[in-house]
C-alpha cells in the first residue's frame, strides 16, 4: 500500500496545502516532527504495517528536512521523494561558504510572523490563502531551535549510493529563506532528481505553484 505523507514547515498551517490536490495520507505539523511523529508513523503503519507498504515523502521548508531525514533512516521503505523549498542546512557557514539563513534573518522571520501572521512578509500573493499561523512562542522557539542546529549533509553523503527512489526538487529563484544554492546540493545527492527552479517567487511554494506540486507527486505514484 502506497501513502502519501506530507511534512510542513515551521509555524505554517495545513491551509499551506489546499491548493494541492494529490491524496494525503498523513500530515505533520512542524511540532509532530520534533516530537517524532513522522518516525512513529513510518514504524508502525510501513515498516510494520500491511505487507508492500511503503511512502511518498512531500517536504516543505523544514519539513522538507524531515523529509530527507526519514529517507536516511528509511530508504527502502521510501518510493519518492518531493522536495519543497527544502534543504539539509539551514543556516548559513561563512567560513564554508555555505548558503543559508543568517542567526539574525532567521530571528527577523520569528518577529515578522508575531507581527504580520506572515501577510506581507514571506512574499504572499494576493488572492492566495495564508500558510503560515501563529503559534505559541515557547513552540516557535522549539522549531528555530531545529532550524539552528540541524544539518544532514554527512548523514545524505554517506547514504547517497543506496537511494533508488525518484526525486523532485522544487526551488524558487528568489527564495530568502532557503538559498536556490541549496537545490544545486540535492542534485548532488540525487543525480537523477528533476530539479525545478520557480521564477518569480518566494517561499511559500505549495500555494504558487500547487498544480507542478500535485503533477510531480502523481509521476512518482504511477512509477511506482
Given at each position: 500500500?502506497?501513502?502519501?505523507?506530507?511534512?510542513?514547515?515551521?509555524?505554517?498551517?495545513?491551509?499551506?496545502?489546499?491548493?494541492?490536490?494529490?491524496?494525503?495520507?498523513?500530515?505533520?505539523?512542524?511540532?509532530?516532527q520534533?516530537?517524532?511523529?513522522?518516525?512513529?508513523?513510518?514504524?508502525?503503519?510501513?515498516?510494520?504495517?500491511?505487507?508492500?507498504?511503503?511512502?511518498?515523502?512531500?517536504?516543505?521548508?523544514?519539513?522538507?528536512?524531515?523529509?530527507l531525514?526519514?529517507?536516511?533512516?528509511?530508504?527502502?521503505?521510501?518510493?519518492?521523494?518531493?522536495l519543497?523549498?527544502?534543504?539539509?542546512?539551514?543556516?548559513?557557514?561563512?567560513?564554508?561558504?555555505?548558503?543559508?539563513?543568517?542567526?539574525?534573518?532567521?530571528?527577523?522571520?520569528?518577529?515578522?510572523?508575531?507581527?504580520?501572521?506572515?501577510?506581507?512578509?514571506?512574499?504572499?500573493?494576493?488572492?492566495?490563502?495564508?500558510?503560515?499561523?501563529?503559534?505559541?512562542?515557547?513552540n516557535?522557539?522549539?522549531?528555530?531551535?531545529?532550524?539552528?542546529?540541524?544539518?544532514?549533509?554527512?548523514?545524505?553523503e554517506?547514504?547517497?549510493?543506496?537511494?533508488?527512489?525518484?526525486?523532485?526538487?522544487?526551488?524558487?529563484?528568489?527564495?530568502?529563506?532557503?538559498?536556490?544554492?541549496?537545490?544545486?546540493?540535492?542534485?548532488?545527492?540525487?543525480?537523477?532528481?528533476?530539479?525545478?527552479y520557480?521564477?518569480?517567487?518566494?517561499?511559500?511554494?505549495?500555494?504558487?505553484?500547487?498544480?507542478?506540486?500535485?503533477?510531480?507527486?502523481?509521476?512518482?505514484?504511477?512509477?511506482?
Amino acid at each position: 500500500m502506497l501513502k502519501t505523507v506530507v511534512l510542513n514547515g515551521w509555524a505554517a498551517s495545513p491551509s499551506a496545502w489546499n491548493l494541492c490536490r494529490f491524496r494525503r495520507d498523513a500530515l505533520f505539523s512542524y511540532l509532530d516532527q520534533l516530537d517524532g511523529l513522522p518516525e512513529r508513523f513510518m514504524e508502525d503503519a510501513v515498516l510494520h504495517g500491511p505487507a508492500g507498504s511503503s511512502v511518498i515523502l512531500v517536504g516543505w521548508s523544514m519539513g522538507g528536512s524531515c523529509a530527507l531525514r526519514l529517507a536516511c533512516r528509511y530508504p527502502e521503505a521510501v518510493k519518492g521523494l518531493v522536495l519543497v523549498a527544502a534543504t539539509p542546512r539551514m543556516m548559513e557557514e561563512k567560513p564554508s561558504g555555505w548558503r543559508g539563513l543568517s542567526p539574525r534573518r532567521l530571528d527577523a522571520l520569528h518577529r515578522g510572523l508575531q507581527l504580520t501572521h506572515g501577510a506581507g512578509f514571506f512574499g504572499l500573493p494576493p488572492g492566495k490563502p495564508n500558510p503560515y499561523q501563529i503559534d505559541s512562542d515557547d513552540n516557535l522557539e522549539r522549531g528555530l531551535e531545529y532550524l539552528l542546529e540541524t544539518d544532514l549533509r554527512a548523514s545524505l553523503e554517506a547514504r547517497a549510493a543506496s537511494f533508488r527512489f525518484p526525486v523532485a526538487v522544487f526551488q524558487s529563484e528568489h527564495d530568502g529563506i532557503v538559498r536556490p544554492e541549496n537545490a544545486g546540493y540535492l542534485k548532488g545527492i540525487f543525480p537523477g532528481a528533476d530539479v525545478r527552479y520557480v521564477p518569480g517567487t518566494e517561499h511559500a511554494l505549495p500555494i504558487f505553484i500547487p498544480e507542478l506540486i500535485d503533477e510531480a507527486v502523481s509521476a512518482i505514484a504511477e512509477s511506482v
